[in-house]
């Protein structure tokens, strides 16, 4: 008979890791990290699909699992350009507090700040350049 595999069983290789962190790649196991940053056939990962989804709450979910924050799709855009071009601040501040690239460069040589949607979005990434 199958049993269900419990999470929080140390054993359980899909169970948590009790030395990563959300904000690096350390101690996410490689078949982790595999499943997180799979992607379709143009590249989108999870990640990006809740950004274009403007869903923070699985942004944190995927990002605190050790999905990879500047993973980029066929075309070379990253989380963080997604939710610059939709206007998602909330998105991009966190993406932005876990390690987003500002300097990403897309296939077509944009930076997220040369797609920002909104004055605010604009500010804030701004800001985020003279920060660093």
Same mark, same amino acid.
């Given at each position: 008979? +199958?049993?269900?595999? *419990?999470?929080?069983?140390?054993?359980?290789?899909?169970?948590? *890791?009790?030395?990563? =962190?959300?904000? #690096?790649?350390?101690?996410?196991?490689?078949?982790?990290?595999?499943?997180?940053?799979? !992607?379709?056939?143009?590249?989108? #990962?999870? +990640?990006?699909?809740?950004?274009?989804?403007?869903?923070?709450?699985?942004?944190?979910? %995927?990002?605190?699992? /050790?999905? !990879?924050?500047?993973?980029?799709?066929?075309?070379?855009? !990253?989380? %963080?350009?997604?939710?610059? #071009?939709?206007? $998602? %601040?909330?998105?991009?501040? $966190?993406?932005? #507090?876990?390690?987003?690239?500002?300097?990403?460069?897309? =296939?077509? /040589?944009? +930076?997220?700040? *040369?797609?920002?949607?909104? *004055?605010?979005?604009?500010?804030? +990434?701004?800001?985020?350049?003279?920060?660093?």
């Amino acid at each position: 008979m +199958l049993r269900a595999a *419990d999470p929080g069983d140390p054993g359980d290789p899909g169970g948590p *890791d009790p030395g990563a =962190s959300g904000e #690096s790649d350390a101690g996410v196991p490689p078949p982790a990290r595999a499943v997180l940053d799979s !992607t379709n056939a143009d590249g989108i #990962s999870a +990640l990006h699909q809740a950004c274009i989804d403007e869903n923070l709450e699985v942004v944190r979910f %995927l990002v605190e699992q /050790g999905a !990879t924050v500047n993973q980029a799709d066929n075309e070379g855009w !990253t989380p %963080l350009h997604v939710a610059a #071009s939709c206007g $998602y %601040l909330d998105i991009a501040r $966190y993406l932005l #507090s876990h390690g987003a690239n500002i300097a990403a460069v897309n =296939s077509d /040589g944009d +930076l997220p700040l *040369d797609l920002a949607e909104s *004055d605010a979005m604009e500010g804030l +990434l701004k800001a985020e350049i003279a920060r660093r």
